[in-house]
């Protein structure tokens, strides 16, 4: 349930989580492995850091999804530089390239508001208790 609504602000947890996420939803082979270096994947925020009235979003939501688990994803540090602060159509078509499920899935959202944004972190949630289980057997 944290999951569902978790807010991030240090990036470095913020990759942390997604990775681990990433880990369990596509364990692949084992030759695709999510990378934790920041020279490669780095931390992109879909809602920009920088809030613009062509965001889509009021102020006081952009103030309370930007720290949304479910606003951040990783990719590669070269696209992330590309898309800096294009407005969410532009950034799909780098999401839709990503070998990342967490990211490539990001391209099949429409606009990218709250509603998608809670989407996107329930199924997060759903992901959650494989990778930090209570369990101790």
């Given at each position: 349930?944290?999951?569902a609504s978790a807010k991030v602000s240090k990036s470095v947890l913020a990759r942390y989580y997604l990775?681990?996420?990433?880990?369990?939803?596509?364990?692949?082979?084992?030759?695709?492995?999510?990378?934790?270096?920041?020279?490669?994947?780095?931390?992109?925020?879909?809602?920009?850091?920088?809030?613009?009235?062509?965001?889509?979003?009021?102020?006081?939501?952009?103030?309370?999804?930007?720290?949304?688990?479910?606003?951040?994803?990783?990719?590669?540090?070269?696209?992330?530089?590309?898309?800096?602060?294009?407005?969410?159509?532009?950034?799909?078509?780098?999401?839709?390239?990503?070998?990342?499920?967490?990211?490539?899935?990001?391209?099949?959202?429409?606009?990218?508001?709250?509603?998608?944004?809670?989407?996107?972190?329930?199924?997060?949630?759903?992901l959650a208790p494989q990778v930090w289980s209570l369990k101790f057997t």
């Open positions: 349930r944290a999951v990775l681990s996420l990433e880990r369990v939803r596509n364990p692949g082979s084992g030759e695709l492995e999510p990378s934790s270096d920041v020279s490669k994947v780095n931390l992109e925020h879909v809602l920009p850091q920088t809030f613009t009235k062509d965001l889509g979003v009021s102020k006081a939501d952009y103030d309370d999804l930007i720290s949304r688990l479910g606003n951040q994803t990783i990719m590669q540090s070269e696209w992330n530089r590309d898309i800096g602060n294009l407005p969410f159509r532009e950034k799909k078509k780098a999401f839709a390239k990503s070998e990342i499920s967490l990211t490539k899935d990001l391209a099949q959202y429409s606009k990218f508001p709250r509603e998608e944004i809670d989407e996107r972190q329930k199924e997060m949630a759903e």
